[in-house]
């Protein structure tokens, strides 16, 4: 069975900096691309950026070189390094894998961004 554990986040000052982990089991860790996604008040959930299974990343424009996204295939863990916060990064973000064309999602973390 699939499982994602998330922790981090919480209230940040703007312009600080936060990180997210997600802790993944059921998988074959290191064989699968992974992502976070976010979803604001009143809004769309949407992608803010993947990795690949060989490290490969890719950003939405609204964080990238902002946000990093890494992964420890040791500890089979998923980081969301998040620098340089706005208000605009207030939302819950959830951390996502597929497995055989199925979807999990972590139980999402809220992150404030305060002025």
């Known amino acids: 069975q699939v499982h994602l554990v998330q922790s981090g986040g919480g209230l940040v000052q703007s312009g600080g900096s936060l990180r997210l982990s997600c802790a993944i089991s059921g998988i074959n860790f290191k064989l699968h691309g992974m992502a976070w996604y976010r979803q604001a008040p009143g809004h769309e959930r949407e992608l803010v950026g993947s990795?690949?299974?060989?490290?490969?990343?890719n950003y939405d424009d609204s964080v990238k070189d902002r946000f990093t996204i890494s992964r420890d295939n040791v500890w089979n863990r998923l980081y969301l390094q998040m620098n340089s916060v706005q208000s605009e990064d207030t939302a819950v973000y959830y951390c996502n894998v597929k497995r055989a064309g199925v979807t999990f999602w972590g139980q999402g973390t809220k992150v404030t961004v305060s002025p």
């Open positions: 990795i690949a299974a060989d490290g490969t990343t």
